[in-house]
């Protein structure tokens, strides 16, 4: 079955300092994988994806994604956090436009 | 560029009563999804359609809730004689049939008191 995890509750980091929020995935096949961001009571907003090719693939707001097959992993990063980074992150998992599987999220606090 | 907007973005009810939740789409998108998300949880997958059809049911999905997308555009989610588990934010999203990505809306909170 198809499941995504996300190991990190929540991360605190300090403005300016990198960050790597972790995803971990169950799939049968090769997977589209996603990560959104979501900012207190809103929606979510697609920061990046990976469908096939290059392994790192860059998104929005400085953020980039590697996805790795040998360890199930697709881990988001960005080498400098600003303060307006503070949000929910979450990861998704999905194939062929239809259903499509969200990790529980990480919480992502950054301080002065 | 419109996105994906739904109405409202607020409901307060009272347990029992009928709720209804519209989504309109973005225009080009042929699919669009429901999604239900609590505090601290990720989407739950909800159902989905393409154009007019519902492909896809949650069990989540239990016989109080219904959707509906009658023309392939907007669609409406009903939830009849709520429940204070019924308590959430409910997203839409759309996307194509020949695309991999969805796109959210701004979601719509439920509190049943």
């Known amino acids: 079955a198809q499941s995504v995890t996300q190991p990190d509750i929540h991360i605190t980091v300090s403005e300016g300092a990198s960050l790597e929020l972790r995803c971990n995935y169950s799939y049968g096949a090769t997977p589209y994988l996603f990560w959104y961001v979501q900012s207190p009571g809103q929606g979510l907003q697609l920061l990046l994806k990976y469908f096939s090719g290059d392994t790192l693939v860059q998104g929005i707001k400085g953020f980039e994604a590697e996805f790795k097959r040998s360890q199930s992993s697709f881990n988001l990063r960005k080498p400098s956090v600003h303060w307006s980074d503070a949000a929910e992150y979450f990861c998704a998992v999905g194939a062929t436009g239809n259903q499509f599987y969200f990790g529980t999220g990480t919480s992502l606090t950054v301080i002065p | 560029d419109t996105g994906v907007s739904q109405d409202p973005r607020h409901k307060i009810t009272k347990r029992g009563q009928n709720v209804t939740f519209r989504c309109d789409p973005i225009s080009e998108h042929n699919r669009l999804y429901w999604y239900r998300q609590t505090l601290g949880q990720g989407p739950e997958f909800l159902t989905y359609?393409?154009?007019?059809?519902?492909?896809?049911k949650s069990r989540l999905l239990s016989d109080r809730f219904s959707a509906e997308r009658p023309k392939g555009s907007f669609s409406t989610l009903e939830i009849q004689r709520t429940e204070q588990g019924d308590s959430a934010m409910y997203l839409c999203?759309?996307?194509?049939?020949?695309?991999?990505?969805?796109?959210f809306g701004e979601g719509s909170w439920l509190t049943v008191v």
């Open positions: 359609f393409q154009n007019e059809a519902q492909l896809e």
């Open positions: 999203a759309s996307g194509t049939s020949s695309g991999n990505t969805i796109y």
